[in-house]
Every structure is written in C-alpha cells, then in structure tokens.
C-alpha cells in the first residue's frame, strides 16, 4: 500500500518498514508509523485523528495507539474541538507540541560564537551571541569556549525544564560529517580538528547527540524552511561574513557533493591577480566580498589586523560602518558597490551551474543590500545566461548573523520529526504497542 507523507514525499510498506530483501521488525515499522503521524500533524495542524487516518492511510486503531504515544513522549497535544461544519459530534484537534523538547544550534565564526536554543515547534527559547577572536585563539581554545558556551546553555534550558534532544555545531569550513570533523577551515586556521569528539570529552551528558555541519550548508536549511524564500525549491544561500560560503538547495534537498564539501563558493578564484587568500590561493571570490574586505575599503583604519588586537563582533563593525554613512562618508557607498559588482560576478557562476530561483544574501550582505544588491544585478545581467538571470532575484536575509545557528537546530529537530523514539516517554501512554500487541490503558507516571 502506498501512502503520501505530510512533507510531499511518497512512501509505500517496503519503504516505511524496511530496507529492500529485509523484513521489517515490528518496532522499525512502529518508528515508521510515529514518524509519519508526526510530520502530518506538524504540517497540517490541527487536525483531527481521523483526518490524520485519512492522509496517512492508517486504520484510525493504530492512529490512536500512535498518537497516544506521541502525547506520551511529549510531541503532540489535543487543543480541543474541531469544528468541520458537519453535524454530529466535533472531533479533538491535535498539534505539534514539542514545548518541553530543546534543539541547540551553536556556531564557531572568525569572531563570534553563538548559540540558538528551540523547542521543537520552532519557537526559539536562547538566541545569544558572544564575541570571540577564534581566528586567533586556535582550535583548543575555541572549542574550549565553545564548551562553555553550550554548557551554560544547557543549564538554562534545564531551569526551564527543557529536555534537549541534540547539538547541531556549524564551523565555516570542510567538514566531514561522518565523524563531525573539521577537515580544513582556512579563516580559522583550523585542519583535522574533530570537534564532536572533543565535545564527548567535555562535561556535557552523553546521551545528548552532537553533530557538526558546514555553516553555510546549515543557513541555507534555514532559509529554506523559514527564511525569506522559505519553501523555494531551488535557492543559494551567501552567507556574508568574513569568510563566504554558498548552502545550496536544488530540488528541495540540501546539495552535499560526493564528500559533503559542496557550497565552498567563497574559494572560487575570481581574479587572477588578486589578493592572496587565507586559503593559500590568489583572488578568491571572498578576498572580494568578505566583510574583511569591506571593512577595509570603508574604514581602512580599522581593518582586520591593524590596530589593537579588541574582538568585535561583526554586528559592531557594522554599526561603526553604518554610522559613517549616516554621516556622509562617501568611502562607505562606494565599498558596496564594489563588493556588488564582485558579488554579481561571482553570482553570475551559480546561476550558470545552478539555476537557481533565488540568492538569498545572508550576514552583512543583508544590512546593506539596498547598495550590494543594484550593483550585483547589474553585473550578474552582464554575465549571466539571459535566461536564467532573467529568473532568478536576488533576496537579503532577515535571520541576520543567527542563520546558520538556527539552521543548526533545525537539524535537531528534523531528526527528531524523523524518528519521535529518540525523544524519551515522559508519562505512561493511554494506549500503545510492546512488541507488536496493544497494551491496556495505564496509570500515569506521579
């Protein structure tokens, strides 16, 4: 029997319950089940048990057993009646509930860390965000403030008696998802750091799963499910930091690359006779348009490296060059216009390659795209393929610098929507299966 998921995927029994020539246990069908009853009410609530039947192509017996189980593992909640306009008895709507489950997305960047807490409805619990010079510090003392980071993170979430299901961490580089190592991230100074292990080692509780992913790669995700071109099936997201990486969507799916490492736009060489990157290579396209280079075209005097060696968070260096052009510096228009035209050639590439419909432009690309964006268009008409230019808009961001932190949640809680028994049963369900057999109503825990 085939079914259709809520998230637009098609599944049939060989699929939802097993691998191909392996009979599926029980619990892995059950999992199936909890998983497919989950995304449709994370879609389509509220509605009723007997419209999730009805979508899921369930018998309405093992929607109750299921859902009652989700109550129980606090993923779902009934609102009270639904009214459908028919006559007869109104039907109990259900939700997605997820208020006592967290999802942490933390990030390591040139010169911040940051750490985005969620429940699993999306509602954000911490956005907090601290200067730090990682540039500098090398991998043992970042990930030592990281640390420390994501402890006293989870120490909030336990006064809100929040149970968290996972860490996400984004780091601007190579990585190799496998083993949540970063393989090489050049404007860290980063190679062969392995990050996950390094955080099994720390005093957080083992039974909390971590996972390490490109920041970029986890920016898009989030422009994709709740971003400015949410839902857009094809898109590039530019994150504008000091470094510049590309997530790409194609499809509605995340591409990876047969390594993972697709999307390391920012090291696509752009000018021959340009400046030496920190990659190792000439005329990278971020030598370009990274925040370092506009920082030094619009306030040369406080460029990165010269001065005194104070951590600022890119917020700052952006409010010191938004008040110089509210001041009529005209060195402040005319750096992003050039960082446009840049950024338009470089665009020009991934619409040629990717055919995409939207550039999503992240960081501080987004706070100044009402300059960035015309010169970009205009260079990106010159280079591109008419066809697809003439398909494809730029779009500023509005998750700011927390993009690929939220994204990184995000992550947690798709894991979660994919297999609910991940998160641990709070009170004993109404009615549920041990081993295949429906079990009888039981008492709740005290």
């Known amino acids: 029997m085939e079914h259709s998921r809520a998230d637009g995927h098609r599944t049939d029994s060989m699929s939802r319950g097993r691998s191909a020539g392996v009979p599926a246990d029980q619990a892995t069908v059950r999992r199936s089940n909890l998983a497919l009853v989950l995304r449709h009410v994370s ?33 779902v909640k009934e609102t009270g009646p639904q009214h459908a306009g028919s006559v007869g008895r109104p039907s109990v709507a259900l939700v997605l509930d997820g208020s006592r489950v967290g999802a942490l997305g933390v990030e390591v ?26 540039m500098g510090s090398g991998p043992e003392r970042s990930l030592d403030e990281l640390v ?94 000091v470094g510049v990486g590309g997530g790409v969507i194609a499809g509605g799916r995340l591409l990876g690359g ?22 190792g290579r000439t005329g990278c396209w971020e030598t370009k348009v990274g925040l370092a280079a506009l920082v030094r075209m619009a306030t040369p005097d406080r460029a990165y490296g010269t001065g005194p060696q104070v951590v600022r968070d890119p917020e700052e260096r952006l409010a010191e060059i938004e008040q110089r052009r509210a001041e009529g510096d005209p060195r402040v228009d005319a750096a992003a ?28 690309f987004a706070r100044l795209a009402d300059r960035i964006i015309p010169a970009a268009r205009q260079e990106l008409s010159r280079l591109g393929m008419s066809e697809a230019v003439e398909r494809c808009r730029f779009a500023a961001s509005d998750l700011g610098f927390g993009a690929a932190s939220r994204g990184a949640a995000g992550v947690v809680v798709e894991r979660a929507l994919s297999d609910p ?26």
């Open 421 to 446: 028994t991940t998160i641990a049963i709070r009170t004993a369900p109404a009615i549920g299966v041990i081993e295949g057999t429906p079990m009888a109503r039981l008492p709740h825990s005290p």
């Open 148 to 241: 420390r980071v994501i402890e006293k993170t989870i120490a909030d979430l336990d006064r809100l008696g929040i149970a968290l299901a996972g860490i996400t961490v984004a780091i601007p580089g190579l990585i190799d998802t496998t083993t949540g190592t970063v393989v090489v991230a050049p404007n860290l100074g980063w190679h062969g750091v392995a990050v996950a292990e390094r955080l099994s080692q720390a005093d957080i509780r083992g039974d909390i799963p971590v996972t390490v992913n490109n920041d970029a790669n986890l920016a898009a995700l989030a422009e994709y499910t709740s971003g400015v071109a949410a839902g857009t099936s094809d898109l590039v997201y530019l994150t504008g930091e």
């Open 109 to 134: 960047n040139v010169d911040y860390i940051a750490a985005i807490a969620s429940d699993l409805a999306g509602r954000v619990l911490i956005d907090r965000r601290i200067g730090f010079d990682a």
């Open 258 to 279: 047969a390594d993972g490492f697709a999307g390391e736009v920012g090291h696509v060489m752009v000018d021959p006779s340009g400046e030496r990157c920190r990659c």
């Open 43 to 75: 879609t389509y609530g509220p509605c009723s048990r007997s419209a999730v039947a009805v979508a899921t192509g369930l018998n309405k017996t093992t929607v109750t057993s299921l859902v009652s189980e989700l109550q129980a593992r606090g993923l």
């Open 337 to 364: 216009e050039e960082v446009g035209r840049w950024l338009g050639t470089g665009a020009a590439m991934l619409v040629n390659l990717f055919n995409p419909r939207v550039i999503v432009l992240g960081g501080y």
